[in-house]
């Protein structure tokens, strides 16, 4: 106590004074709620004479009354001396090997204790260096290091709780236990610091406030705006990852929010600004956001390609009339547009090109939607990628962009028995517009000007 205000009257950094060991009857967190296989897992790592605790998003996701999504373990026992403890175990990874342990479909993390050390001294190990460039971090995290190191080197500090399911203790080295009760997200350390030497921390910021409901303490969120530009420098892959860890993650809609706030989106989601500043765009990005969210939190999946073809729908339409304009008709104008937007956002949001397919099919479904005669609805039902199609659509109709009245039919049509099927049809409308349709089935055909029920996808 004497010692501490003596070391800060003078001005003397204080080292972390070892963990905060906090009891169960603290923090509330039970032994009986960690999974079997994590338990086993430290329970056997223990038993060979090495510490070992539950650490990361469980044991925050435990202290603030969530689910946890999976258990992650931290030791002091080596990679090779993890592996051999385990009979169903893998080593993975390269830069730093982590060790799998199976049982049944389940599989825990294990981590040894690692220290940060700050990617100066080059040239010495450039395999360790090349990696490092490749997901952009200008730290090597690859030295072993003590349970103290390891926490040092987490992002925050609701992050950085050891939990011990023999003590049922937490170590708590940065005040995360504090912290979670406030609702706060503080990173570890110097802000600047650690966002210089990782910038996609920041974008790990705005999704755990999201994630969390958390607000991000003032020191922590004061450089994010100057710093933002930082992210340029990471390679395209890993910000995708992040960017989909954000869409997905069941808190879409306050993620988005929270990115844009901070002036993250503009090399993440760069489209945000065009879609959340016009009125008429915005419904949709929230209808789809919303409606992702509640999937996932229902576990429905959400797949990346239809939150892609939500984020760029606007862009896309526009660049469609854009070709229409300059004269192509409009399936082509269509299929034009779909490859230079897909291009030109992946410039900046580098989504990977095995989506394009998803997307584009998503897309060019929409306009033949808009039959309702003749056979076409029964062939679009049957098309694979209806039932897409058909969630885009209602989203559409939610913001706005479709008719209700269009979505409505679609819904009764489909779940309809064939009679009444029949009775939905349209009859087929003839429109002057277009002397020169492809007539099918019946005269009059039922061909709008944007048939694309040839296409199939
Ligand atoms: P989620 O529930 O979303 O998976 P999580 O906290 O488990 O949350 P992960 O991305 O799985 O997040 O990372 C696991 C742990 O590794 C984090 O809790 C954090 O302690 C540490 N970590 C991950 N990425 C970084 C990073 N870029 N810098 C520092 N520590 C990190
Ligand atoms: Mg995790």
């Known amino acids: 106590m004497i010692t501490r205000l003596i070391r800060k009257v003078l001005g003397i950094q204080d080292k972390p004074a070892g963990p905060r060991i906090l009891p169960a009857d603290e923090h509330g967190i039970r032994r009986q709620q960690i999974s079997s296989c994590a338990l086993k897992t430290t329970r056997t790592l223990r038993q060979s004479g090495h510490a070992a605790f539950v650490v990361g998003g469980a044991v925050r996701d435990l202290l603030l009354g969530r689910e946890p999504k999976d258990f992650d373990v931290a030791t002091d026992a080596t990679p090779e001396e993890i592996r051999r403890l385990f009979r169903r175990s893998r080593i993975i990874g390269r830069r730093f090997q982590i060790v799998h342990v199976y049982c049944g479909d389940e599989t825990i993390e294990v981590t040894t204790f690692r220290a940060s050390q700050p990617d100066q001294d080059e040239g010495q190990d450039n395999d360790s260096d090349r990696v490092a460039a490749e997901d952009g971090m ?10 103290e190191d390891d926490a ?3 992002d925050f500090t609701v992050n950085a709780l050891y939990y011990d399911p023999e003590t049922e203790e937490i170590w708590d080295n940065h005040g995360g236990v504090a912290d979670a009760r406030e609702r706060v997200l503080r990173i570890i350390g110097d802000p600047v610091t650690r966002y210089r030497e990782d910038p996609v921390r920041m974008l790990r910021a705005a999704r755990f406030a999201a994630k969390l409901d958390f607000r991000i303490a003032p020191e922590t969120r004061a450089p994010i705006a100057q710093l933002a530009p930082m992210l340029e420098r990471i390679p395209a892959a890993r910000l995708f990852d992040e960017m989909m860890k954000l869409l997905l993650s069941g808190h879409a809609e306050r993620g988005v929010h929270q990115l844009r706030a901070e002036g993250l989106h503009h090399g993440t989601l760069p489209m945000l600004d065009a879609i959340l500043d016009d009125p008429v765009r915005r419904p949709f990005l929230h ?7 509640e999937r996932i939190r229902h576990d429905q999946n959400a797949s990346p390609a239809f939150m892609l073809a939500c984020l760029m729908w606007f862009d896309m339409r526009a660049e469609t009339q854009r070709q229409e304009d300059a004269g192509l008709p409009p399936m082509a104008a269509l299929f034009q547009a779909m490859d230079d937007v897909l291009e030109r ?14 997307i584009k099919e998503i897309w060019a479904l929409q306009p033949r939607f808009e039959q309702r005669s003749g056979s076409r609805p029964y062939r679009l039902l049957s098309h694979p990628r209806y039932r897409a199609g058909y969630d885009f659509l209602l989203l559409r109709a939610r913001g706005g962009d479709a008719p209700e009245e269009l979505a409505d039919w679609w819904t009764r049509f489909q779940d309809a028995d064939e009679e009444a099927r029949a009775s939905l049809l349209q009859p087929s409308q003839v429109s002057g517009k277009r002397p020169r349709r492809r007539r099918r089935g019946k005269p009059g055909g039922g061909g709008q000007p944007d048939d694309h029920a040839g296409t199939g996808g």
């Not at 200008?138 to 349970?147: A, H, I, K, M, T």
């Not at 209808?287 to 969210?293: F, G, I, P, R």
């Open 138 to 147: 200008l730290l090597r995290d690859n030295v072993f290091g003590g349970q």
């Open 345 to 358: 956002q992946r410039a900046s949001l580098a989504f990977p090109r095995r989506f394009d397919g998803m």
């Open 152 to 154: 040092a080197r987490r």
């Open 287 to 293: 209808a789809a956001l919303h409606d992702t969210d």
